[in-house]
């Protein structure tokens, strides 16, 4: 059996809950498992745990996302087709359900399925049988039906998009996935596990996150999740060439502000002193600085600072940086 346990990473509470939930979901008999979760948080690797952890594990596992299909071709998809049931059907077609006989089948965005499909899958979930689109007789399958969506499936209900029916026969075991943003330093434990597994995919030996990088990325609020930081990092490995992330390598989706702020407090000293003393060591670093940059013209300096001449050097003077 694969070690399912290491697919979910992290070490929040919320994710070590949901991962002993897993378990004991996969080994009951339960037949139908509802999983939430915003997009890119880790649906289709939760359905795959659970039928990995469970006795099914060496059956198939069956994936569909229901708003992939036009709702035309959906039923056909689902339950498979007799030949001539339709203009086009030339021969028999097996569907999804019967593939997944003994294993396991993932609905994703089910809240997607036509109100009329809806209804047939709410009766093979009752019965364990279903008809082939043109066939006269039922055929039997065990399938345990894992469906997933990004929406609250009950205001789905009270809008008229869902039969309600349907909704409490897949509620009975229901997974929430938190969002990345709610995870506190998994994000950061993610990135390092996304950064070995690129290392290794691109023979590269990329150190980790700049600490200002890191920053960057615990105030993020990352709205496509995993998905998205998977991604981000692939792209750096790509596109560049240092061997640390850096803030000049992330897109300008992530906002400038949150790279400035990670700036400024990483050129803060360090608490240590007295207020007075702090005050002075990095009113220091700043008139340094503005001399460094002004190639030591002072008028430049005060100039760039907005300090008249005079005061620039009275606060140098004042700072031991020059004498009267």
Do not use: C, P, Y
């Given at each position: 059996m694969a070690d399912y346990k290491n697919e979910l990473i992290g070490s929040h509470p919320d994710v070590l809950a949901l991962r002993k939930l897993v378990e004991r979901v996969a080994r009951s008999p339960v037949r139908t498992v509802l999983i939430y979760g915003e997009t890119g948080t880790g649906k289709g690797l939760v359905a795959r745990m659970i039928h990995r952890a469970s006795s099914r594990a060496d059956r198939k596992f069956v994936d569909l996302n229901c708003a992939a299909i036009p709702?035309?071709?959906?039923?056909?998809?689902?339950?498979?087709?007799?030949?001539?049931?339709?203009?086009?059907?030339?021969?028999?077609?097996?569907?999804?359900?019967?593939?997944?006989?003994?294993?396991?089948?993932?609905?994703?965005?089910?809240?997607?399925?036509?109100?009329?499909?809806?209804?047939?899958?709410?009766?093979?979930?009752?019965?364990?049988?279903?008809?082939?689109?043109?066939?006269?007789?039922?055929?039997?399958?065990?399938?345990?039906f894992i469906a997933a969506t990004n929406k609250v499936l009950l205001s789905e209900v009270n809008s008229g998009k869902f039969r309600e029916d349907l909704y409490y026969r897949l509620q009975v075991v229901a997974l929430n996935i938190p969002a990345l943003r709610e995870r506190g330093e998994d994000v950061i434990t993610l990135a390092e596990h996304f950064i070995e597994r690129y290392n290794r995919q691109y023979g590269r030996n990329v150190r980790g996150l700049h600490p200002e990088t890191a920053d960057i990325f615990r105030a993020y609020r990352w709205p496509g999740n995993v998905r998205e930081l998977e991604n981000l990092l692939e792209r750096i490995f790509i596109l560049e060439d240092e061997d640390e992330i850096l803030p000049s390598h992330l897109p300008d989706r992530i906002p400038r502000s949150l790279r400035e702020s990670a700036a400024t407090a990483e050129a803060l000293p360090v608490v240590d002193g007295s207020f007075h003393d702090m005050t002075a060591a990095f009113q220091r670093q700043i008139l340094l600085r503005a001399l460094e940059q002004a190639a030591g013209n002072v008028q430049t300096a005060a100039d760039q600072l907005g300090l008249s001449r005079h005061a620039l050097r009275h606060q140098l003077i004042k700072l031991g940086l020059k004498q009267s």
């Open positions: 709702a035309s071709l959906m039923e056909s998809e689902l339950f498979g087709h007799e030949r001539g049931a339709f203009t086009g059907a030339v021969e028999r077609k097996v569907g999804l359900v019967e593939t997944a006989n003994q294993g396991s089948i993932f609905l994703d965005e089910i809240r997607e399925m036509d109100l009329t499909l809806q209804a047939k899958l709410l009766s093979l979930l009752d019965t364990q049988q279903f008809r082939r689109v043109g066939a006269v007789k039922m055929t039997s399958v065990d399938v345990r």
